[in-house]
């Protein structure tokens, strides 16, 4: 694995989360204006309604997203992305849990200054 590997996956799961938040804002906005109009009496509950769905949308497409742009150590299958994991596997070269080299060509301060970008 090489480290643009790596930085190329951060970065896709930050395009992927923000245009799924977009969406999901909208849907949500959709859903109240078209439950608002077809029962102006429920308000409350149709309110209630699109509080639900749009959380129930955040948090099913975290998980989906995270599952999808996933990466994880060959050697003990945990994830190295996200927290503390993936500055560590770009500046040592090796998993943050188990310690095996996972990047093939190790250049700190490359490495480094393309993950601050």
Not at 3 to 17: A, F, G, M, N, P
Not at 58 to 79: A, E
Request: hydrophobic residues 45%; contains cysteine.
């Amino acid at each position: 694995m090489k480290k643009e590997e790596i930085i190329l996956k951060q970065e896709q799961t930050k395009r992927l989360l923000g245009r799924f938040l977009w969406g999901v804002l909208v849907l949500a906005g959709v859903l109240a204006a078209v439950a608002s109009a077809a029962s102006p009496d429920n308000r409350a509950f149709t309110g209630n309604i699109c509080i639900i769905v749009f959380v129930t949308g955040v948090l099913g497409g975290f998980f989906w997203i995270g599952k999808l742009t996933d990466i994880r150590c060959p050697s003990c299958k945990k994830s190295i992305q996200g927290g503390i994991y993936t500055p560590l596997a770009l500046t040592t070269g090796k998993c943050g849990h188990c310690g095996e080299r996972i990047i093939d060509e190790v250049e700190a301060e490359q490495a480094n200054a393309a993950y601050r970008r």
